[in-house]
């Protein structure tokens, strides 16, 4: 009798809810939920659409969790979703600690840096679709989330023991439901696939790309701060879309010319990927995979600067169709441009030429899926070599910036824009760059640095990153032959902070100890200044024209209500103020909000106790009329 109680126990424990083994039963398919199968021709998902699928997933699934990490700039939430085991899942808080020592702490002990590697799991961070045109990959993630939270493939669930994935499932939300609401509203017209008539960013359009640097948005500042400050992954990977006449999908290396403070190891860790890519996604019967090809990796955009902080990074980009629209593309219009391939034939750079015919967002969603998989197998096949590389990279470059010149970049605290120096502190602290402040007077031979100057050492993990943005650039001339044409670059060429700000900097050469002893840690804002005291009773406040920081305090002003005028004339009666600078007023009706936004100036204003004896003009904010001339 025991034995045949025993079996029906059993299985009816594997029938119970919440075995693994079934979860796939408890978890609504993609198709289930939205209707359609994700790629499926003349269908397109919203971002709140698809955000709500994944936060089903992460509900139902132990190997999910989506996390909000911000807004985008017009006030959407932006997510991180992570994708692991449901061990991995329950102990991120302890492997983000692992990353933050192997990439900033270059004197780890022998047996500390042994531990950590060996506990600590590669974290792959992907972001997709930021040129909102490019719909693959956000269409695709959906399934592919799915598929992770359901497999039982041994290969599939042994990555995720050794990986993190962490994705972006949507780098620009604001333009998801843009192009996706156009694309249905033309659906079935003549106008069906059409491109959106104008930007699909509040600010930047296709343009965000470029902006990784500066970071003035704040989906870009969302996402440097996961791989800069934050969750220190190993690996990124952008995830693009191109034209639809060449290759179907470009995977890594890139072509000439790279960037040169980049590392060796770096490129040849991007080698490794790409050659697995090519392999796999041609083991999966996908064609027209090329590399070596049209993308150089000069720029610091392509990327996303995370290449020049240590971090394995590359972009794919994958062949388009018309929103969800198919394209057919003759043979006869297959063709190539730009770098690498010089006509559209089987060579070493595209071993298997796609051959034309018909192409749906299916086939786009299907090489996205085949490419997820590569990267995220290749990631946990080499866990403890990138996990090793990592720290690697962090004690060579620490070693670089003690033994290499430059050995730091000095700015003297009087500058044209003080300003200007401020903000320039505040990004890099953003971009987990460390500076400091002289605390006393330096003399390095001829030069003297002066007690208040803004150093920022090389000897730092992020070294190639601060001498990227510091120095002025040269471009890299290669050619295609010796003595041949020269390879064009792709996108910009110039990216120099002190260059682009206005700001006198200094280069140390001649000594990595030449500042030693002498500075103190900036933890924060540069202008930390007392809270500024205003007499009971004045004109106005003073702002020159000569810094940027007034101009934004003016739009502030104006929109608290504060009264604002502009001096067509040096005021020499009250102070220094230069012609064109502007006076906030004070006034019975306004004085609380004017003290409350002094507090807030990078710059200290001058005090202005009577009205100034010359010509002035008031000033308004502008409005500006946009005129839309299509439905």
């Known amino acids: 009798m025991k034995a045949l109680l025993y079996y029906p126990v059993v299985f009816i424990l594997f029938l119970l809810p919440g075995i693994p083994a079934l979860s796939s039963v408890e978890i609504p398919t993609p198709e289930s939920h939205f209707g359609y199968t994700p790629g499926a021709d003349r269908k397109l998902m919203t971002y709140e659409e698809q955000v709500a699928y994944l936060k089903i997933l992460s509900d139902s699934s132990d190997r999910i969790l989506l996390k909000k990490e911000g807004e985008s700039p017009m006030g959407k939430p932006m997510y991180l979703c992570f ?135 704040k ?56 050659a697995d890519l090519s392999r796999n996604m041609t083991a999966d019967g996908l064609k027209g995979v090329a590399s070596h090809w049209e993308f150089d990796n000069y720029w610091p955009g392509s990327t996303e600067t995370a290449l020049w902080k240590n971090v394995i990074s590359f972009l794919t980009e994958n062949a388009s169709c018309r929103g969800a629209t198919p394209v057919f593309v003759e043979p006869t219009e297959l063709r190539v441009q730009g770098k690498g391939l010089s006509e559209y034939k089987k060579s070493v750079n595209m071993p298997d030429p796609w051959p034309g015919g018909w192409w749906h967002l299916s086939n786009i969603v299907d090489y996205e899926l085949s490419s997820m998989r590569s990267i995220l197998n290749t990631a946990g096949a080499n866990r403890s070599a990138i996990l090793k590389f990592r720290n690697d990279m962090c004690r060579g470059e620490v070693k670089k910036g003690m033994t290499e010149p430059p050995y730091a970049y000095v700015f003297p605290a009087i500058q044209h824009d003080p300003g200007a120096l401020a903000d320039l502190v505040d990004l890099l602290h953003l971009h987990g760059v460390r500076t400091y402040v002289l605390t006393e007077d330096r003399l390095d031979g001829t030069r003297q640095y002066r007690k208040g100057g803004v150093v920022v050492p090389l000897a730092q993990p992020y070294r190639s990153f601060i001498k990227e943005v510091m120095e002025k650039q040269i471009y890299p001339v290669r050619h295609y032959t010796p003595g041949g044409k020269i390879i064009q670059p792709y996108d910009i060429t110039s990216w120099s902070l002190p260059l682009h700000r206005g700001l006198t900097s200094y280069t140390v050469t001649s000594s990595p100890d030449v500042l030693d002893g002498g500075m103190a840690e900036l933890k924060g804002s540069l202008l930390q200044n007392a809270p500024l005291v205003l007499p009971d009773k004045f004109f106005a406040l003073g702002l020159s024209a000569d810094f940027n920081d007034s101009y934004e ?78 439905r």
């Open 83 to 217: 994708i692991s085991s449901p061990e991995n899942i329950h102990n991120l808080e302890t492997l983000r600690e692992i990353n933050r020592k192997l990439a900033l702490e270059p004197n780890l002990s022998n047996s500390e840096r042994e531990q950590a590697i060996r506990d600590g799991k590669v974290f792959l961070l992907e972001t997709l679709s930021m040129h909102s045109s490019e719909v693959g990959p956000s269409q695709s993630f959906p399934l592919f989330a799915w598929q992770m939270a359901t497999t039982n493939d041994p290969q599939t669930l042994d990555a995720l023991k050794k990986v993190v994935l962490m994705v972006v499932p949507c780098h620009n939300p604001d333009g998801m439901d843009m192009i996706v609401n156009w694309y249905r509203k033309n659906l079935g017209t003549k106008y069906e696939g059409a491109s959106l008539p104008r930007v699909y960013h509040k600010y930047v359009g296709h343009d965000n790309n470029r902006d990784f640097i500066t970071l003035t948005q």
């Open 219 to 274: 989906d870009t500042r969302v996402i440097a701060r996961i791989y800069s400050t934050e969750w220190y992954p190993q690996v990124m990977v952008e995830k693009h879309q191109m034209g639809s006449s060449g290759p179907r999908f470009f995977v890594p290396e890139n072509h000439d010319p790279i960037a040169e403070n980049i590392d060796a190891g770096l490129w040849n860790w991007m080698k490794v990927f790409g």
């Open 553 to 630: 305090t003016v739009f502030a002003a104006l929109d608290a209500g504060i009264p604002v005028l502009r001096l067509t004339a040096a005021d020499t009666q009250n102070s220094a103020l230069p012609a064109g600078s502007f006076l906030l007023v004070n006034d019975a009706k306004n004085g609380r909000k004017l003290a409350e936004l002094a507090q807030s100036l990078k710059t200290t204003p001058e005090i202005v106790k009577t009205k100034p004896d010359m010509p002035s003009i008031a000033i308004q904010k502008r409005r500006i009329g946009l005129i839309q001339t299509w």
